[in-house]
T-cell receptor, first 114, second 115 residues
Framework: DVKVTQSSRYLVKRTGEKVFLECVQD?????MFWYRQDPGLGLRLIYF???????EKGDIPEGYSVSREKKERFSLILESASTNQTSMYLC?????????????FGPGTRLLVL | AQKITQTQPGMFVQEKEAVTLDCTYD???????LFWYKQPSSGEMIFLIY??????QNATEGRYSLNFQKARKSANLVISASQLGDSAMYFC????????????FGPGTRLSVLP
């Protein structure tokens, strides 16, 4: 069974705090993704990584950074959280040999920035 | 311009009836893929069905089928014999090109199945 875990289901932070969202997959997949989901906007890609230490910007990278030191772990970092980063954050991964659209998602982290 | 349009923010359907969720897309690529994902209240996104732009037959997966009309650029999801567990958000998505690492999601349709 494919397993993706995200470090927290719910998180409340204050403006200006540094926030780490962790994603771990147990399938040895190369490709990992971070999305944010907002009502009426669907999912928007923040960053993705196709291998260890590799990262590429998605559609909305501003205000975020990522870290991929190990294959199974892909971290999303908010250097200085702002209220407009209140959102649902979803991590996903896929194996190299599957269609790019067939992704396995984690349960999501609901982040509230006060 | 929106790449994926889902015009129905919400839909209701009676249990055991069929329902169609609309999706239109915009691309100039010849090779692309269309996907539907389901998101229950638990938050996890679940892959449902895939249609490649060169596939001549409509994709089917159990009670799900994708009504692909290439000339009209539409990829509607049909759920037959709705069940209460089908109540969820449904997202249409598109992957452009052969090796696109990212792809675009629509805004979603919330389906509610009534007993």
């Amino acid at each position: 069974d494919v397993k993706v875990t995200q470090s927290s289901r719910y998180l409340v932070k204050r403006t200006g705090e540094k926030v780490f969202l962790e994603c771990v997959q147990d399938m040895d997949h190369e490709n990992m993704f971070w999305y944010r989901q907002d009502p009426g906007l669907g999912l928007r890609l923040i960053y993705f990584s196709y291998d260890v230490k590799m990262k590429e910007k998605g559609d909305i990278p501003e205000g975020y950074s990522v870290s991929r030191e190990k294959k199974e772990r892909f971290s999303l970092i908010l250097e200085s959280a702002s209220t407009n980063q209140t959102s649902m954050y979803l991590c996903a991964h896929r194996p190299r040999d599957r269609d790019p659209g067939t992704q396995y998602f984690g349960p999501g982290t609901r982040l509230l920035v006060l | 311009a929106q790449k994926i349009t889902q015009t129905q923010p919400g839909m209701f359907v009676q249990e055991k009836e069929a329902v169609t969720l609309d999706c239109t897309y915009d691309t100039s690529d010849q090779s692309y893929g269309l996907f539907w994902y389901k998101q229950p209240s638990s938050g996890e996104m679940i892959f449902l069905i895939y249609q490649g732009s060169y596939d001549e037959q409509n994709a089917t997966e159990g009670r799900y089928s994708l009504n692909f009309q290439k000339a009209r650029k539409s990829a509607n999801l049909v759920i037959s014999a709705s069940q209460l567990g089908d109540s969820a958000m449904y997202f249409c998505a598109m992957r452009e090109g052969n090796y696109g690492q990212n792809f675009v999601f629509g805004p979603g349709t919330r389906l509610s199945v009534l007993p």
